[in-house]
């Protein structure tokens, strides 16, 4: 008998032993923060643009598909059913509860939208407009921001709110503003799905405020003012200025 034989059976066990070590991945003893869950509260900040640089009403000067200018004095939007998701798409969190009034009028328009469990928030999904059945209770039976008076059809209260309210006065081939804008989209089929990334990774106890961006310049894109200044809350061109905002919200 090979007196080596009991030798190379030990030497061929630690070499399948080491073998075995080295294929095993060891799990890292520091996980990373973006991957562990945590509670943190989530809010929406709102910066209305004209491409890089600041809206402001009675100030920036935007222009329809032919030219026109326009100068707004009021620009007013509401956002509702808004959804947290990650980056395969499930929902992380859900604010269908939630209303905000977004306001150019206003020095910020930075609100709350709730609680979350999670580690990280790619991207939020949400309504321009207000879904039903809430758009046609009555501002009176309803929570702020609905019970403003001025975004509701009062003289018509089947037809619920103002989704977006836009007015100004437009050039339109006289040299000065004096051609009066009003756009009041409203009624269920205008409700308009928007988006907005924010890639970000969530702490523990964090108060994260989410930025958005919402680009106006490109609101009147496809629109007319010298026919189209005034149209009904359902028009074409009523339906174009929503898929226009909502084009304009930082999304891809």
């Known amino acids: 008998m090979n007196k080596n034989i009991p030798y190379i059976l030990v030497a061929v066990a630690l070499m399948a032993a080491t073998g075995c070590k080295k294929d095993s991945t060891a799990p890292p003893s520091n996980p990373s923060t973006s991957e562990t869950a945590v509670d ?12 890089t640089g600041q809206f402001q009403l009675g100030n920036t000067v935007l222009h329809d598909s032919l030219g026109h200018s326009v100068k707004l004095d009021q620009a007013r939007f509401f956002i509702s059913g808004a959804h947290a998701m990650d980056d395969d798409g499930n929902v992380l969190a859900h604010y269908e509860g939630v209303y ?41 039976n309803s929570p702020p921001p609905l019970n403003d008076t001025s975004m509701f059809f009062m003289d018509n209260p089947m037809m619920g709110h103002k989704f977006l309210v ?14 009066p804008v009003n756009y009041m989209c409203g009624m269920s089929m205008l409700l308009t799905e928007a988006h907005a990334h924010v890639h970000h990774d969530l702490t523990e106890g ?40 909502s084009a304009g919200i930082d999304g891809e």
């Not at 943190?40 to 491409?51: C, E, H, K, P, Y």
């Not at 979350?116 to 209770?137: K, R, W």
């Not at 009147?220 to 010298?226: K, M, P």
């Open 40 to 51: 943190a509260t989530v809010r929406m900040s709102f910066s209305l643009l004209d491409g």
């Open 100 to 140: 905000l009034l977004v306001d150019a009028a206003l020095p910020q328009n930075d609100y709350l939208l709730g609680q979350i469990h999670a580690s990280h928030i790619h991207e939020f999904h949400f309504d321009l407009g207000v879904e039903d059945p809430a758009n046609s209770a009555l501002p009176a």
């Open 166 to 179: 836009v007015s100004g006065m437009a050039d339109t081939g006289s040299g000065s503003f004096d051609t």
């Open 206 to 245: 964090e108060v994260y405020t989410a930025a958005i961006a919402v680009n106006l310049h490109g609101l009147f894109n496809g629109i007319d003012l010298a026919t189209d200044n005034m149209p009904m809350m359902d028009a074409p061109a009523s339906m174009r200025m929503m898929q226009n905002l």
